[in-house]
C-alpha cells in the first residue's frame, strides 16, 4: 500500500506512522512526506528517516481550489493509495475530498463528533467532560465528520491543563494511527452504505472493555 503523509508542523504523528513496523508487517510504503509550511519541523524527521519530502505552499496559490489542485497533481504522481493527514492543518475542497474517497483519513484530538476544530483540550475540560480521546476517521467534505474508524479514551483528570490533556491525549493518536493503517493495508476496513465504518479483522474485541473515569474508589 503506497502511502502520502500530509502534515504542517511538528510531525510527531507522521514520525510515529514512520517509526511502526507497518513497513515489514503489512507492506505498508511511505513514498512522500508533503507539508504545506517550508518550516514544518516533521520534514527533516521525514527526511532522517529515509522519505523524500516535498513542500507545496498554500500561500504561493491564490485561492484554495488551486492549491488543493496542485496538491493533489504531487500526490498522484507518487500513486498513493492513501493518503494520510497527520496534522495538516489545511480544510481540503470537496473536489479534493471526492478525489480519494475512502482513501483520505485524519487523525483529531478528540473523540467526535464532540468537539470538531480547534482547541479540542481547553473545550473539553471547560465542559467538564471526564473522558476525551482521539479519532482516525476517514475525511469527508464536512469537516471532523467523516466515517469513524478507531478512537482511544484518556481520562480527563481534575488539575489537567489543555497541555497536560494534549499530551496524554497524542500519546493516543501515536498508537491509533499506525493500528489503522495496518488496518487498512490488510484491508479489514469497509465503509457502509450508511457511512459508519465495519472492521473485518481476525480478532475479538472485548464488549466490556471500559475505561471508567473518575476511577476513585466507590462505595459499592
Ligand atoms: C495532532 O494532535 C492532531 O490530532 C492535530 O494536530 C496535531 C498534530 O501534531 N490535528 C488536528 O487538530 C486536525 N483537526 P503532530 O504534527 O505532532 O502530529
Not at 11 to 30: Q, T, W, Y
Not at 102 to 113: D, Q
Amino acid at each position: 500500500m503506497r502511502v502520502v503523509i500530509l502534515i504542517s508542523g511538528r510531525g510527531s504523528n507522521m514520525r510515529a506512522l514512520l517509526e511502526s513496523d507497518l513497513a515489514s508487517s503489512a507492506s505498508v510504503e511511505f513514498v512522500c512526506v508533503i507539508s504545506n509550511k517550508a518550516d514544518a519541523a516533521g520534514l527533516q524527521i521525514a527526511a532522517a528517516h529515509g522519505v523524500p519530502t516535498e513542500v507545496l505552499e498554500h500561500r504561493a496559490f491564490p485561492d484554495r481550489a488551486s492549491f488543493d489542485m496542485a496538491l493533489a497533481a504531487r500526490i498522484d504522481a507518487y500513486q498513493a493509495d492513501v493518503v494520510i493527514l497527520a496534522g495538516f492543518m489545511r480544510v481540503l475542497t470537496e473536489v479534493f475530498v471526492r478525489h480519494y474517497e475512502n482513501r483520505l483519513i485524519n487523525v483529531h484530538p478528540a473523540l467526535l463528533p464532540a468537539f470538531p476544530g480547534l482547541d479540542t483540550h481547553a473545550r473539553a475540560i471547560a465542559a467538564g467532560v471526564k473522558l476525551h480521546g482521539c479519532t482516525v476517521h476517514f475525511v469527508t467534505p464536512e469537516v471532523d465528520a467523516g466515517p469513524i474508524i478507531a478512537q482511544a479514551a484518556v481520562p480527563v483528570l481534575a488539575d489537567d491543563t489543555p497541555q497536560s490533556l494534549a499530551a496524554r491525549v497524542l500519546r493516543q493518536e501515536h498508537r491509533i494511527f499506525p493500528l489503522v493503517v495496518g488496518w487498512l493495508a490488510r484491508g479489514w476496513v469497509k465503509v457502509r452504505a450508511n457511512g459508519t465504518v465495519a472492521l473485518i479483522q481476525d480478532r475479538s474485541i472485548d464488549a466490556d472493555a471500559a475505561l471508567i473515569s473518575p476511577s476513585a474508589p466507590s462505595a459499592n
